[in-house]
């Protein structure tokens, strides 16, 4: 599967973005779905996580009640609503898939990932 990401750019502090992750190639309901980022020279870190069919989800503590993860398996498409943006939320982010069922959050559990798109959150 091939994962394109988009909707990255230049926030201010407490503002929102949402980005989106469009899936080409095999079957798109097939995967669980997630979102990492990556700070300049640090390790990917996990954020959130969605079940093929959406109905399970599951988010890192550093984003949770601020980061919403869903997915639209009719187009393909899964997504990461950010709100209450921080500067500390700068970094690149990154869509990934993954056969693998249940609380995947280690970066080599994923299959596939999307090409990275950047979040700047200015204060």
């Known amino acids: 599967v091939q994962l394109q990401a988009s909707g990255g750019g230049l926030v201010q502090a407490g503002g929102s973005l949402r980005l989106s992750c469009a899936a080409s190639?095999?079957?798109?309901?097939?995967?669980?779905m997630g979102w990492f980022r990556q700070y300049s020279g640090k390790e990917h870190e996990w954020l959130a996580s969605?079940?093929?069919?959406?109905?399970?989800?599951d988010y890192a503590d550093s984003v949770k009640g601020r980061f919403t993860i869903s997915r639209d398996n009719a187009k393909n498409t899964v997504y990461l609503q950010m709100n209450s943006l921080k500067p500390e939320d700068t970094a690149v982010y990154y869509c990934?898939?993954?056969?693998?069922?249940?609380?995947?959050?280690?970066?080599?559990?994923?299959?596939?990932w999307g090409q990275g798109t950047l979040v700047t959150v200015s204060s």
């Open positions: 990934a898939a993954t056969r693998l069922l249940g609380y995947v959050v280690r970066r080599d559990e994923y299959d596939y």
């Open positions: 190639g095999r079957s798109f309901s097939d995967y669980q």
């Open positions: 969605i079940s093929w069919a959406g109905r399970t989800t």
